[in-house]
Nanobody, 113 residues
């Protein structure tokens, strides 16, 4: 059974930072690409960043330059470091086994102005 558990969200002022974490189980983590998505109010879920098994990262334009995705294969964990947060970054952030139907429950990020 695949499980993805996100954490690290919260309330932060504009310009602040948060580090999101996602712990995966039920998969051979080191062999899988992982992704972070977000869903802002009233919109569909969109890709923020993805990282391959080899650590190669790709970023969507929405937060490019303000986020860094990384992974720790020994701890089955993928991270999303978010910086210079803006109110429009307020969203639920989800972890995904990239290209699969496996999703975490999401972690809420709220950025106040």
């Amino acid at each position: 059974q695949v499980q993805l558990v996100e954490s690290g969200g919260g309330l932060v002022r504009a310009g602040g930072s948060l580090r999101l974490s996602c712990v995966a189980s039920g998969i051979i983590f080191r062999l899988r690409a992982m992704g972070w998505y977000r869903r802002t109010p009233g919109s569909q879920r969109e890709l923020v960043a993805a990282i391959g098994p080899d650590g190669n990262a790709n970023y969507a334009d929405s937060m490019k330059g303000r986020v860094t995705i990384s992974r720790n294969n020994a701890q089955n964990t993928v991270y999303l470091q978010t910086n210079s947060l803006k109110p429009e970054d307020t969203a639920v952030y989800y972890c995904n086994v990239f290209g699969s139907g496996y999703w975490g429950q999401g972690t809420q990020v709220t950025v106040s102005s």
